[in-house]
């Protein structure tokens, strides 16, 4: 059963063909967002595009169309080399592309004494050499250096050279239970709920503790939003 975008009955939803049951997916939530937009300007945010499978793009590729006209603006992330065909060429519409630049020695510094307390020039410069001003790669290049309390984040040390590498490192700092919750998360896939991850557990006669979950939470590893997980992808 589904709620009508009017929000005044309810109806049994029919048995549709894929492409038919596409148009009316399609129009419903352009409809909805229409209905949104007439009470006041709406901005629809998706991250991650580069994730999206064709139906999720098929989908945006019509509300820019059917929405061209109202207040409704549609932002969207995406990486560079992406294989999605976007942002869309619309006459309809007002497309902009903004390609971000790596950052500065001063954007790394700035967003370095954001994530760590204090840090010395030379641990700056090994930051942004290292991570070649991507924002991601500085984020847990930080992580990882401030992951060891017992030393000092900011004092110079070895980084690694790769994301690839770094992520590896990261995984090495964590305890027993918190990896082993890492490895049953990656079995069930980006997300899902608490309760899942639990029954996974002790389906292989594993302890779960929702602390160490929290945990990996604090760590930047997994986000966890109510009954709900969801691996960090940015």
Do not use: K
């Not at 059963?1 to 352009?30: E, K, M």
């Not at 603006?73 to 869309?88: H, K, N, Q, Y």
């Not at 020695?105 to 641990?123: C, H, I, Y």
């Not at 900011?154 to 690839?164: C, H, I, Q, V």
């Amino acid at each position: 059963r589904y709620i009508s975008v009017t929000g005044v009955q309810t109806c049994a939803l029919p048995i549709f063909d894929a492409a038919t049951a596409r148009s009316v997916v399609h129009d419903a939530i352009s409809t909805m967002l229409e209905l949104r937009s007439a009470r006041g300007p709406v901005v629809l945010c998706i991250d991650d595009l580069h994730w999206a499978d064709q139906d999720l793009v098929d989908l945006l590729h019509h509300l820019v169309e059917s929405l061209a006209r109202h207040d409704l603006a549609l932002v969207t992330t995406t990486r560079p080399g992406s294989d999605v065909e976007w942002p869309p060429t619309s006459e309809r519409a007002h497309v902009v592309s903004i390609a971000l630049q790596p950052l500065t020695r001063s954007g790394t510094e700035q967003l370095a004494r954001a994530l760590l307390d204090e840090p010395n020039e030379q641990f700056v410069g090994a930051l942004h050499d290292r991570s070649g001003g991507n924002p991601l790669f500085l984020i847990e290049l930080a992580a990882f250096a401030g992951a060891n309390t017992s030393t000092d984040p900011t004092a110079p040390r070895e980084l690694p050279d790769s994301l690839r590498t770094l992520i590896a490192a990261r995984l090495d700092q964590l305890t027993a239970e918190q990896r082993q919750i890492i490895e049953n998360a990656a079995v069930l896939g980006t997300s899902g709920r608490v309760t899942a991850l639990e029954q996974f557990a002790s389906g292989l006669g594993q302890t779960f503790q929702r602390d160490t979950l929290l945990a990996l939470d604090d760590l930047g590893l997994i986000d966890v939003v109510g009954s709900r997980w969801e691996f960090c992808s940015d």
